[in-house]
């Protein structure tokens, strides 16, 4: 029987509930590939996979499709890699941005996010917010050093702008967290290195779909409760708080708050449509900034 192990891990009740479930996948880089690939492994049944790319050359060292792929939109290039470990998994491919089809979010049971660049992640943020979708987000760190996993739920806990601010420049209060040691955002706010290092790309995303499996079955006995919202990995010695190295292959796990005030899921926003607020509205209001840190980007 093919998934005669997994069933086994898992149990029948929640190997037939995961073949029933949609999840999203947006963006089909390295990481959303490894992600895609490794959620059908687990006997997620149904997916709708959005990137409106085709496979480079280049990819192919850091993807989970090889040269057999070239040239092909990476889209079918997972579908086919999905239907090669379940045949019987329904795939949605749309090659697009995801903006032109937020009418797909309906259709999701949960969303993992495999974009790199900031801006995207904004849009999801709105998008889960509007329809109720708990997502995953992952983020590779320079050099692959390490990243971070974040289990964003609608109405509980930050949403990805306030979990973004908090985390990514969240110096406002340095005297009440730890503060933060990241850097690792471009001018264009995408990651100032795009990391080619596949087993730290793949250590991350193995974590993000992971979790992605914990959240859908959640109403299940094998659902775990996580210390806390994110997982901040090291891939090598890494200062995640200042003055304090965490070692290779170990984890720091943060409890990222709401923040009341936030432009996207704050009371202020609640009150007018929040699908109003673009990301060039929030940068103009400086929630939220793209500024490299000059001290953090000689690194
Ligand atoms: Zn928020």
Known sequence: MTWDRVERLLGEDVLSFLSTQTVGIIGLGSGGSFAAVSL????????????????????????????????????????????????????????????DHTDLFDEMD?????????????????????????????????????????????????????????????????GAEPELDYGMIGPEGTLAAEPGLWLHVVRIAATQA?????????????????????????????????GQTTLPYSAEWLTIPRNPDCLVCGPKHAQKDSAQVSLDDLISLGQVSYEQDENESSQ
């Open 40 to 99: 059908a492994m687990s006997g997620v049944g149904r997916f709708i996979l959005v990137d409106d790319d085709s496979l480079e050359p280049t990819n192919v060292v850091r993807h989970a499709a090889d040269r057999r792929y070239l040239d092909q939109l990476k889209v079918d290039a997972v579908a086919d890699l999905i239907r090669q470990r379940n045949p019987a998994a329904e795939i949605k491919v749309v090659a697009g941005r995801i903006e």
């Open 110 to 174: 949960l969303v993992v996010s495999g974009v790199d660049s900031e801006g995207p992640k904004y849009l999801i943020n709105q998008m889960c917010l509007e329809h109720g979708r708990t997502a995953i987000y992952a983020g590779v760190y320079e050099r692959g050093e390490g990243g971070d996993v974040c289990v964003i739920v609608p109405g509980e806990g930050p949403c990805y702008a306030c979990w973004a601010e908090h985390l990514r420049e969240g110096l406002a209060d340095p």
């Open 210 to 242: 992971d979790l992605a499996l914990n959240e859908l079955v959640q109403n299940f006995d094998v659902h775990r409760e996580m210390p806390g919202n994110t997982v901040v990995l090291a891939n090598t010695w890494l200062e995640i708080y200042e």
